[in-house]
């Protein structure tokens, strides 16, 4: 504090003035100079978290109120969320916020000042949940007796993944789908309550089966380990879940409220295997004892059967008396049949006289005209609807005529057009192929005269009449001093012909014979300077 009066507080009779900002800034140096990183014990007050995900908190005790805030980042982190009424430790480092003139505390990490903080808030979370019902009874749900997947919510590392495995295959061996989350620290809440959601969103039928039943599992450790299974995120995913679900999280004597809201609770891991799945030695000495007491009673049933059968028999009169009346019967109803058999002939006979008798030829008569008459009706009817239907088909076929007309001079028009397109198009092909020749010969001709020109510029012509000449000496081309001192005749040949001079440059030289075409040259006896 001497150093901030030293700074705003100079000798007197020579104060120096000070903006707002130096006056806060220099406050705000000296309190994060003084206090760095500092843990406070108090309890927490108003609790606010805005839209940005930051948290505003205070920290009192009787007698003053401490202002905090943990940023986004440092929120996440948290293993304990503070809550109103809770004793905590703040671990942290002060500042000022000079657009309010305060000071405050950036809390990194809260911690519960004991194990009865903790279990004073456990017990608040707990009593909060159930009265929202989500510890009924009534809600939970029947473990399948013999399920075909299993789900297991756990480390995948840890030996409860193990013991599991290992007692479900001396049990009953099923599908198990491992979902592996951290089963302790800050990301334990999430994970867990985000397998859950995931093992309920699997589809029925899909690639990875839907589990029948789910396990959430974790061996034992302190209320601070098993934590993460006390945020309300897990236990309303678990209270959520349409999946049966069965928790062994910790020991026997460990009680988180994941437990409450499952529809199981087993005391460790191994029970909840023991509680998924029954022992299969015992389902098959079940069955087969069920199988043998179900063959004897198919014997016993059957041989019961047999003997009242045996006994019913003995009470039924023998064959002979219960068919004899009715053969009896029937022979004599056979020896009346005969005669019965022709008086019907005989009477209708005589009915069909009497009703053929009325009949005359006069009847058959009226009954074809009127026949006839009915046919001559059908016929006219016949007619009309032919020539109704006859109609109709030419009134289409003159629809199609005249639409066929306007269509063919379509089309006629459309291939006069292609036709003189293909016309011009070959026209100006066949100029085209006319001046390729000529363009080809104009071109060769250019390359030629170009060649040409090249030639006469790189020829030794050119070269001399640019003040070079050819030495020879003897009638042979001297390129050295000691070879032009040898010859017994020199001659210089120049761009506009030849001087001979005497030997070792002394005088004139006499006149030599020209010198000999090389064979094949066709220069006129003019050598090559290369």
């Not at 456990?122 to 809600?139: H, I, S, T, V």
């Amino acid at each position: 504090m001497n150093d901030l009066i030293d700074e705003i507080s100079p000798a007197l009779g020579n104060s120096p003035e000070y903006t707002v900002s130096e006056l806060s800034g220099a406050v705000k140096r000296v309190i994060e100079g003084e206090f760095g990183m500092v843990r406070v014990r108090g309890e927490v007050g108003r609790v606010s978290r805005p839209a940005s995900g930051h948290l505003y908190f205070d920290l009192k005790d009787d007698r003053a109120v401490i202002a905090a805030i943990s940023w986004k980042g440092q929120v996440a982190k948290m293993q304990v969320q503070p809550e109103e009424g809770m004793e905590v430790v703040a671990t942290g480092r002060m500042t000022t916020f000079p657009g309010q003139s305060k000071y405050q505390l950036i809390v990194e990490d809260v911690a519960p000042a004991g194990a009865g903080a903790l279990m004073a808030m456990l017990e608040k979370r707990r009593a909060a949940l159930l009265a929202e019902g989500l510890f009924d009874a009534a809600r939970k749900k029947p473990i399948p007796y013999l399920p075909g997947v299993i789900g297991v919510i756990t480390s995948p590392s840890g030996a409860v993944i193990r013991d599991i495995l290992h007692r479900l295959r001396d049990r009953f061996p099923r599908h198990v789908l491992i979902w592996p989350v951290a089963v302790q620290g800050q990301a334990c809440a999430a994970e867990v309550a985000a397998a859950i959601r995931g093992f309920n969103g699997l589809l029925e039928g899909g690639a990875i089966p839907r589990p029948d039943v789910i396990i959430v599992a974790r061996g034992g450790g302190s209320l601070e380990d098993l934590w993460g299974f006390n945020e309300e995120v897990v236990v309303r995913a678990a209270a959520a879940s349409a999946i049966p679900l069965i928790s062994a999280v910790g020991h026997e004597t460990d009680t988180t409220l994941i437990d409450h809201a499952a529809d199981l609770r087993a005391p460790t891991p191994t029970a909840a295997a023991e509680l998924a799945v029954p022992v299969r030695l015992d389902l098959m000495a079940a069955v087969a004892d069920l199988a043998a007491r179900m063959a004897r009673g198919v014997a016993g049933g059957v041989e019961r059967r047999q003997v009242r059968l045996r006994d019913l028999s003995r009470a039924l009169p023998r064959p002979e008396a219960l068919t004899g009346a009715a053969a009896q019967r029937l022979d004599l109803w056979a020896g009346r049949l005969s005669g019965a058999l022709g008086l019907m002939v005989i009477r209708k006979r005589g009915l069909r006289d009497r009703v053929a008798g009325p009949m005359r030829p006069k009847l058959l008569l009226r009954l074809v005209e009127r026949r006839r008459d009915a046919v001559a009706g059908l016929a006219g009817r016949l007619d009309d609807r032919a020539q109704r239907a006859l109609e109709r088909r030419h009134a289409g076929f003159d629809k199609w005529a005249s639409r066929l007309a306007p269509a063919l001079a379509g089309l006629l028009a459309r291939a006069g057009r292609d036709l003189s397109r293909e016309r011009d198009r070959v026209a100006a092909l066949a100029l085209r192929l006319d001046a390729a020749p000529r363009r080809r010969f104009d071109d060769l001709a250019r390359r030629l005269a170009q060649i040409d020109r090249t030639r006469q510029t790189l020829g030794h012509a050119e070269t001399m009449k640019r003040g070079f000449a050819v030495v020879r000496g003897d009638g042979k081309v001297v390129t050295s001093r000691a070879a032009a001192a040898k010859a017994g005749a020199l001659e210089l040949e120049f761009h506009d012909g030849r001087l001979a001079v005497g030997a070792g440059g002394e005088g004139p030289a006499p006149p030599t014979a020209p010198p000999r075409k090389p064979k094949g040259s066709g220069d006129g006896g003019q050598g090559s300077l290369f």
